[in-house]
């Protein structure tokens, strides 16, 4: 299988044209968190989910309207709670008595981008059934597999697991997902104008759209075109190996997280105007990319150390392909 044509740096300049003029709109709504914008954009435009963790009200919510309304995309919420069915999500099929057949009543997760608040407040019977979805862009009810809308995003927020009446996501939900970032709190002068503009409802349906799903299409198909030298691919493969041969590791990175660290490098690099992926762009995506991927030894938690802390001292114990002898 040959590798699809390279993208040229006209279109990578467009890319970053029509990647800059979204993100602008986005901040219009969401104040002083340009790097949570980028980063959800990357997502959305290497094709994959994303986790948003963090305490409730800092506008992880906003942020996945924002994201709708800026490209003009059907958006499904589902609210998930204790009692929450996987028919919730999925849909279910009715008996339709006048005519003698099941039909298909599709659930909120038909939509091209779907909200999945408080994903974590769910039971794990529940969760799943958001996998196939995830995965494969499908969903399978009584036997008959239905296609889901293209492009197709879910945009998950979760509550931090010390909190009340949550469960953790399991380690092939938290796989599915090809980033996870956090919002935090806005700095003072950013909060002052929350107060300002905030303040009446409505603010996210007055704003215009930026681009079309037909753009951001086009956009997700450029990325794969954007080139990585054979040397990135095996510095990507030294990450990984590095993180299955930590110490402090118990599961490291997947060949599919390896596959996630690419796509989402290049999703970098076509934001960034060029045409090709630099490792400074790996090294800028890696901690988001891979993170909630990696399971650490008992000690290690309990000695507080982070995967974000283990990826960021791997990052700087594997050499670069220009430092290879």
């Known amino acids: 299988m040959t590798e699809a044509a390279a ?16 993100a602008d709109n986005m901040e219009q709504v969401i104040r002083g968190k340009r790097d949570v914008i980028e980063k959800t954009l990357l997502c959305l435009l290497a094709g994959g989910h994303l986790l948003v963790e963090d305490i409730p ?36 099929s009715i008996w339709n008595r006048n005519d003698s057949v099941f039909e298909f009543r599709a659930g909120p997760i038909f939509a091209e981008m779907v909200l999945a608040d408080e994903i974590n407040r769910a039971s794990p019977k529940t969760q799943s059934a958001l996998l196939e979805a995830m995965a494969e862009a499908q969903v399978t009810v009584d036997g008959v597999t239905h296609p889901l809308p293209k492009p197709f995003m879910v945009l998950a927020t979760q509550n931090p697991i010390e909190q009340e009446g949550t469960y953790p ?71 990984a190996e590095a993180t299955r041969q930590h110490p402090s590791i118990q599961l490291g990175m997947s060949p599919r997280a390896t596959l996630s660290l690419q796509r989402v490098a290049r999703a970098k690099a076509a934001a960034s105007g060029r045409n090709f992926v ?16 990696l399971i650490l030894k008992s000690d ?16 700087g114990a594997v050499p670069v392909p220009h430092d290879r002898s």
């Open 7 to 22: 993208l040229d740096e006209n279109q990578a300049s467009r890319f970053a044209a029509a990647h800059k003029a979204i």
């Open 57 to 92: 009200g800092v506008g992880k919510t906003t942020l996945a309207k924002t994201l709708a309304a800026s490209i003009h995309a059907n958006l499904g919420r589902i609210q998930f709670t204790p009692d929450l069915l996987p028919a919730d999500v999925t849909g279910v």
């Open 169 to 239: 996501l399991p380690e092939s939900q938290l796989d599915r997902f090809l980033m996870r970032i956090s919002v935090g709190y806005p700095d003072r002068n950013d909060e002052f104008a929350i107060l300002q503009t905030h303040e009446s409802d409505g603010v996210v349906d007055q704003l215009q759209p930026i681009a079309s799903i037909a753009d951001i299409t086009a956009m997700i198909a450029m990325v794969s075109k954007v080139h990585i030298e054979p040397g990135l691919r095996a510095y990507l493969i030294d990450i």
């Open 278 to 293: 630099t490792d400074d762009d790996i090294k800028a995506v890696a901690s988001d990319v891979v993170s909630h991927r």
């Open 300 to 315: 290690s938690l309990l000695r507080g150390i982070s995967s974000e802390d283990l990826i960021q001292d791997i990052l």
